[in-house]
T-cell receptor, first 109, second 114 residues
Framework: KQEVTQIPAALSVPEGENLVLNCSFT??????LQWFRQDPGKGLTSLLL?????REQTSGRLNASLDKSSGRSTLYIAASQPGDSATYLC????????FGDGTTLTVKP | DAGVIQSPRHEVTEMGQEVTLRCKPI?????LFWYRQTMMRGLELLIY????????DSGMPEDRFSAKMPNASFSTLKIQPSEPRDSAVYFC????????????FGSGTRLTVV
């Protein structure tokens, strides 16, 4: 059974700081990995999708990496802003998806 | 593209009543997923469909829950009878070819059973 762990559970940083969110998974037989953002009381917004054959994906200030062999993915956020405050979830897809519990990020002005 | 559309956005009902949640996936997406999110258990996959056919319903908590997808553009999740412990946010998501291209989520239905 696939297990997905996200560390840390919560993170608070000052505005402008670069930060890394971590996602680890136990079964490397995956199709892809997807990072989402969830604002309080809202749905999930897809940020980045990395196929199993890829090493990283970039979108603006976001960069996601995937090391399938070690069962790890990171989401790097450059020059964080208060608007980045949200919960970030990773989903590991292998037919059906398994979600981590998320990292709640607070960026202080 | 209007995205995945869920209705209603909020539902408050009394214990024992039937509740029906609705979802319209993105046109062209052939996979549809129902998730439940609670503080205690996070996001749980309840059931998913490929080409309108239920593939895996192992996440459906009990017989009180049922889901249908009569056509490619509509799905329902029904709870009968509802119980307070069913209170949660229910999300519908769709994708092309399983999760090969990732998921798109709807805005969710917040269900409160009193």
């Amino acid at each position: 059974k696939q297990e997905v762990t996200q560390i840390p559970a919560a993170l608070s940083v000052p505005e402008g700081e670069n930060l890394v969110l971590n996602c680890s998974f136990t079964d490397s037989a995956i199709y892809n990995l997807q990072w989402f953002r969830q604002d309080p009381g809202k749905g999930l917004t897809s940020l980045l999708l990395i196929q199993s054959s890829q090493r990283e994906q970039t979108s603006g200030r976001l960069n996601a990496s995937l090391d399938k062999s070690s069962g790890r993915s990171t989401l790097y956020i450059a020059a964080s802003q208060p608007g980045d405050s949200a919960t970030y979830l990773c989903a590991v897809n292998a037919g059906k998806s398994t979600f981590g519990d998320g990292t709640t990020l607070t960026v202080k002005p | 593209d209007a995205g995945v559309i869920q209705s209603p956005r909020h539902e408050v009902t009394e214990m024992g009543q039937e509740v029906t949640l609705r979802c319209k996936p993105i046109s062209g997406h052939n996979s549809l997923f129902w998730y439940r999110q609670t503080m205690m258990r996070g996001l749980e996959l309840l059931i998913y469909f490929n080409n309108n056919v239920p593939i895996d319903d192992s996440g459906m908590p009990e017989d009180r829950f049922s889901a249908k997808m009569p056509n490619a553009s509509f799905s329902t999740l029904k709870i009968q009878p509802s119980e307070p412990r069913d209170s949660a946010v229910y999300f519908c998501a769709s994708s092309r070819q399983g999760a090969s291209y990732g998921y798109t989520f709807g805005s969710g239905t917040r269900l409160t059973v009193v």
